[in-house]
């Protein structure tokens, strides 16, 4: 099933579109200065930065619609291997696209995929957003 779950992710994701918001928010921290010397700031080091694109949250994305803490009784052996090999197909399929896969600093529900763009990327892509 994992690897079903892998080739779902890969067909039903817009791939693209995750790439491009990614590259964008990466590019929105740097636009003022990619000309100039990057500020160094959460996520820049100089030679690039990294971007998000907000995935869903745990409730809409995993197969069981379930966010786990430790005191949680309502979680069965079954959704947790399918949450689990649902998390791992998702990070490989983050890995293929050059990316990770992060929760929310704010909410942990919240799914975001990150991708570091190096500064050549952000000005060559920055034209084409």
């Not at 994305?61 to 959704?79: E, I």
């Not at 929760?103 to 919240?110: I, R, V, W």
Request: proline share 3%; glycine share 10%.
């Amino acid at each position: 099933m994992a690897r079903t779950y892998y080739a779902a992710i890969l067909h039903f994701f817009d791939w693209p579109g995750i790439l491009r918001q990614s590259n964008m928010d990466a590019l929105e921290h740097v636009t003022d200065r990619i000309s100039d010397e990057v500020m160094h700031t959460d996520g820049c080091d100089g030679e690039g930065h990294v971007g998000s694109s907000y995935l869903g949250s745990v409730m809409s994305l995993y197969p069981s619609g379930k966010f786990y803490m430790p005191w949680t009784s309502n979680q069965t052996n079954d959704d947790v291997d399918r949450d689990s090999r649902f998390g791992a197909a998702l990070d490989k399929a983050a890995s293929k696209h050059g990316g990770w896969i992060e929760s929310g600093e704010g909410d942990p529900t919240d799914v975001y995929f990150m991708r570091y763009w190096t500064i050549e990327e952000l000005q060559a892509n920055a034209f084409e957003n």
